[in-house]
C-alpha cells in the first residue's frame, strides 16, 4: 500500500475542509430560509462568522455565523462586521440572543481549554 505524501495529505485536508465549508455555508443559508439576517433581503449572502473561521474549533459551529448580503458582512460602515464590529454585535446581541449566549459560553469554555494545555 502507497504511504501518501505530505504534499498529498495537504491537498486531502483542503479539499476536505472545502466540502466542509461549502455544506456548512448551505446549512447557515437553509437557517436562514435564503435571506440575509440583517435585511431580510433575499439573494446571494455570505455565510459571516463571528469568531474567524481560522480558529478551527469554531469554524463550522452553527452558533457562530449567520447569513448576510455581502454590504452587511463587509462594506457598509454603519452596519458591517468588518468596518463596525461593535454596530454588528449590538445587533448579534439583540435579534440572536440565545445563540450569542451560546457562543460566549464557547468561547468562554474554549479559552479555558486553551489555557489548561499552556500551563
Known sequence: MNKK???QEKID????IKKKDKEFAEFIKKRANGRCEYSGEAGYCDTAHIIPREIEFFRW?????????KKYHKFSNEFSFHKNPFAFMLW???THQEQ????VYKW????EEKNELNR
Do not use: C, G, P, Q
Not at 61 to 69: F, G, I
Open 13 to 16: 485536508r483542503k479539499k476536505e
Open 61 to 69: 459551529d452553527e452558533d457562530n455565523a449567520v447569513y448576510l448580503r
Open 108 to 111: 468562554k469554555k474554549y479559552l
Open 5 to 7: 505524501t505530505k504534499k
Open 100 to 103: 450569542f449566549i451560546r457562543l
Open 92 to 94: 448579534f446581541s439583540d
